[in-house]
C-alpha cells in the first residue's frame, strides 16, 4: 500500500480501557487503546495484515476477514460486544461479535449500495441496546437506495446512531482519516496506551482475566468462589463417605470429583489473590 492507503479499521469495544487491556494482547498484534466515550474503548491497529502481508511475507489478507477474527477473539468470553468497523477502496462494513453467538455484519461497496441483509442490521440494533424505534428507523434509512451517500457517509451515519449509547470517537478516527494514518491520529493522545504481544506469561494471565471479568468471575474469585467451593467440598467429603460405606464407585467417584473440584476452586481463588496481591476477606 502507498501512503495514502484507504484502507482502514477501528475495533469499538463497549468497556472500559482496563476491561480490554488483557484480553487484547493475545491478538499479538500492535495495537493503540484508547476510551472512546461513556463506557466504549477503542483499538486501532497498525494494520500489518493487509498492510505487509502476513507472517514470512505472505501476501496481504482483507481487511474485514482479518478484523472479523479479532473481534470474535476479543469477544469470546466477555460480557461487552465488539465492533468492527473497516473499510478499503471497494467496500466498507462493520461486523458485530458478542461473547458466542454468531457475529452479524453488513457490508456497502464503495458507491453506497447496500449489499447486507436487513435483518442483520436489526439483529445488530437488539443485541447493543438501541432504541427498536428510532435507532432502527435511523439505521434502516443506511440500508436503502441512497446515490447521494457512499459507503464512508453510510459508516459516519452509524457512528452518529452510536453516539446515542454513549460512543465518543477521539478526533481523527473515523473513516474520513486515510488507513495508514489513523495509527497517528491515536498515538501521542495522554489517553493513549500501546498495546503487544509481550511473551507465553501473558498469553497465560489474559485469558484468566478475561474469565474473571465476564460473568463467571463471582464464581471464580472472591466470596461467591469461595461459597462455591466450600460448599462442593461440604457436600463432597460426606458423599464419597457414603459411596465407600454403600461400596457404590459410582457415588464415591462422584464425592471425590465434587470434594475435588470445591478444594481447587479454592486454591484458585488463594492462588490469584495472592498474586495480585489482594488478601481474601469474607
Not at 52 to 78: F, H, I, K
Not at 134 to 150: S, T
Not at 193 to 202: F, K, M, Q, V
Not at 203 to 225: H, I, K, Y
Amino acid at each position: 500500500m502507498n501512503a495514502t492507503s484507504p484502507v482502514g479499521a477501528l475495533l469499538l469495544c463497549r468497556t472500559e480501557p482496563e476491561n480490554v487491556r488483557t484480553v487484547a494482547h493475545l491478538l499479538r498484534e500492535r495495537m493503540l487503546l484508547a476510551p472512546a466515550g461513556d463506557g466504549w474503548s477503542v483499538l486501532v491497529p497498525e494494520g500489518r495484515p493487509w498492510r505487509d502481508g502476513g507472517e514470512g511475507g505472505a501476501d496481504a489478507e482483507p481487511v474485514d476477514r482479518v478484523v472479523a477474527g479479532w473481534a470474535a477473539a476479543l469477544a469470546v468470553g466477555s460480557t461487552w460486544p465488539v465492533l468492527a468497523l473497516w473499510w478499503d477502496g471497494d467496500r466498507a462494513g462493520h461486523t458485530l461479535a458478542y461473547g458466542f453467538r454468531r457475529p452479524v455484519g453488513y457490508v456497502w461497496l464503495a458507491d453506497g449500495t447496500p449489499v447486507g441483509e436487513d435483518e442483520a442490521m436489526r439483529t445488530f440494533a437488539e443485541r447493543l441496546g438501541l432504541d427498536p424505534v428510532l435507532d432502527v428507523q435511523a439505521l434502516e434509512e443506511l440500508i436503502r437506495p441512497d446515490p447521494d451517500a457512499d459507503a464512508r457517509i453510510r459508516l459516519r451515519g452509524l457512528l452518529a446512531v452510536l453516539t446515542r449509547i454513549g460512543l465518543n470517537l477521539p478526533p481523527g478516527l473515523d473513516p474520513d482519516t486515510p488507513g495508514d494514518r489513523l495509527y497517528t491520529a491515536a498515538d501521542g493522545r495522554p489517553e493513549t496506551e500501546a498495546i503487544s504481544w509481550t511473551g507465553r506469561r501473558e498469553a497465560v494471565r489474559a485469558p484468566l482475566d478475561a474469565v474473571e471479568n465476564s460473568r463467571l468471575g463471582p464464581w471464580m474469585r472472591g466470596p461467591g468462589a469461595r461459597l462455591l467451593g466450600g460448599a462442593q467440598v461440604a457436600a463432597g467429603l460426606p458423599l464419597a463417605l457414603w459411596g465407600i460405606g454403600r461400596r457404590s464407585g459410582g457415588w464415591t467417584f462422584a464425592g471425590v470429583l465434587l470434594t475435588a473440584h470445591g478444594a481447587l476452586g479454592l486454591a484458585y481463588d488463594r492462588f490469584r489473590a495472592e498474586r495480585t496481591g489482594i488478601v481474601a476477606t469474607d
